[in-house]
C-alpha cells in the first residue's frame, strides 16, 4: 500500500513536484486513454493542467492518505459545488475568481476562552501544514481522490480552548453579492453554513485545508481556507470560511433548511441509506472515463475504521 507512493516519491528527488506531479497525470491519461473518450489528450494534460497559484508546500501525512490514484489538477478545480457561484459545475471555475481574497480573516469564537480574530497568514502558520490524499465522496454520488493540503482543526480548536459548553462547531462561509451569482439568485439562505459534532470536529481527520496539489487553494475549492470532513458528503465541507463558532446546541445548517427530508445533520457516507430521490449504493469517479465501471461506495467513504466509533449507539438512518 505504501508502496506505490514510495514508487511516486523516488522522482520528486530530482524533477521540481510540478513536473513529477505533471508526469504521473501524463502516465495514468496514457493508461486511461483506449477508454477516456471524453477527456482530453494526455498532451493537453501535460502542458495545461499545471497546478498554479502560490506553492505551499508540506510533507505527505502517509498514516492518513489513499493509496488511489488522484485526480489531475483540472478535474478538481474545473468540476466544483459551490452554490454561491451558480448550480453548475463549471460556474465556480467561471466566477469563484471574482472573489475578494484579500483581506481575508476569520473569526473564531463563541463557547471558547479565547475568541479571536486571525488573518489568513497567521492561520497558515498555526500548525505545521501536511498534505493528505483523501476521497470526497459527493451526495451525488461522484467521487474524486484530491491531495489537500492543511493541518487538524484540532490545532485550531486547542488554540482558542474550547469550555465545556462547547458541544458543536459552526462554519460559516464568506458572503459577497456582487462577485457572487448564485448568492444574488438566492439559490440557498446565505451565508452557507454547515456543522460538526465537536468529537467529530475534533477528530484528527478532520482538515483544515489551504491547499490542494501542493499550491494555495484556488478560489473555487474553497480559498483561501475551508475544512474537509473525508467520511461525510462534500457538502459538510464549507469552503471559504469566514467565522468559526462554538456552541452548545446543534445548527441548523443550509442543506438541513433548504430540504430538511433529504439532508440531516451529520451526513455520513452510508451507501444503505439512499438519497430519497437516488441510490447512495456506487459511485461515479470522477476522470475515470466515460465508460469505466461504477464503484462501490463503502460506509463512510472508507474511513470506518477511524470514525465509526464516533457514532457507536446511533442509528445512522434515522440520524443522516
Ligand atoms: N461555501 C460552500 N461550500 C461548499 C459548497 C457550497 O456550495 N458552498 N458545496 C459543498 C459540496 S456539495 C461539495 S461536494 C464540496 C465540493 O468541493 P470541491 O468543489 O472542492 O470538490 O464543497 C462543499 N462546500
Ligand atoms: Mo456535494
Known amino acids: 500500500m505504501r508502496h506505490a507512493w514510495k514508487m511516486d516519491l523516488d522522482p520528486s528527488a530530482i524533477t521540481p513536484e510540478s513536473v513529477w506531479r505533471a508526469r504521473r497525470r501524463f502516465l495514468r491519461g496514457v493508461a486511461l486513454a483506449p477508454l477516456a473518450l471524453g477527456a482530453s489528450s494526455p498532451a493537453r494534460a501535460a502542458s495545461d493542467d499545471q497546478p498554479s ?4 508546500p508540506a510533507p505527505r501525512n502517509a498514516q492518513w492518505s489513499t493509496n488511489e490514484p488522484v485526480n489531475s489538477w483540472r478535474d478538481i478545480t474545473t468540476y466544483n459545488n459551490f452554490y454561491e457561484f451558480g448550480t453548475g459545475k463549471g460556474d465556480p471555475a467561471r466566477y469563484a475568481g471574482q472573489m475578494r481574497l484579500d483581506p481575508w480573516t476569520v473569526r473564531i ?16 502558520k498555526l500548525a505545521p501544514l501536511e498534505e493528505r490524499i483523501y476521497r470526497l465522496r459527493c451526495v451525488e454520488a461522484w467521487s474524486m481522490v484530491i491531495p489537500w493540503t492543511g493541518y487538524s482543526l484540532s490545532h485550531l480548536l486547542a488554540h482558542v480552548e474550547p469550555t465545556e459548553d ?3 462547531v459552526v462554519f460559516t462561509t464568506a458572503v459577497q453579492p456582487k462577485a457572487m451569482p448564485g448568492v444574488q439568485e438566492g439559490i440557498l439562505d446565505w451565508p452557507y453554513v454547515e456543522g460538526l459534532r465537536m468529537d467529530e470536529a475534533m477528530h484528527p481527520l478532520t ?3 489551504f491547499g490542494l496539489y501542493g499550491h494555495e487553494l484556488p478560489a473555487q475549492d474553497g480559498a483561501p481556507m475551508r475544512v ?9 465541507s464549507g469552503k471559504s470560511l469566514t467565522r468559526i463558532h ?3 446546541t446543534q445548527p441548523t445548517t443550509s442543506w438541513m433548511r433548504a430540504a430538511p427530508q433529504e439532508y440531516g445533520f451529520y451526513a455520513n457516507v452510508n ?8 441510490s ?7 476522470g475515470s472515463g466515460l465508460f469505466a465501471a461504477r464503484i462501490s461506495t463503502q460506509l463512510f467513504n472508507g474511513y470506518a475504521k477511524s470514525v465509526a466509533g464516533l457514532y457507536q449507539g446511533m442509528d445512522l438512518r434515522r440520524d443522516f
Do not use: C, M, N, S
Open 228 to 236: 474537509i470532513v473525508p467520511w461525510k458528503y462534500g457538502f459538510k
Open 53 to 56: 497559484g502560490l506553492a505551499l
Open 280 to 286: 447512495q449504493a456506487t459511485e461515479r469517479r470522477i
Open 109 to 124: 469564537d463563541g463557547a471558547v476562552r479565547h475568541p479571536v480574530t486571525l488573518d489568513i497568514d497567521d492561520l497558515r
Open 271 to 278: 451507501p444503505a441509506v439512499p438519497h430519497p430521490r437516488w
Open 246 to 248: 462554538l456552541q452548545a
Open 166 to 168: 462547547a458541544k458543536y
Open 207 to 209: 482538515l483544515l485545508t
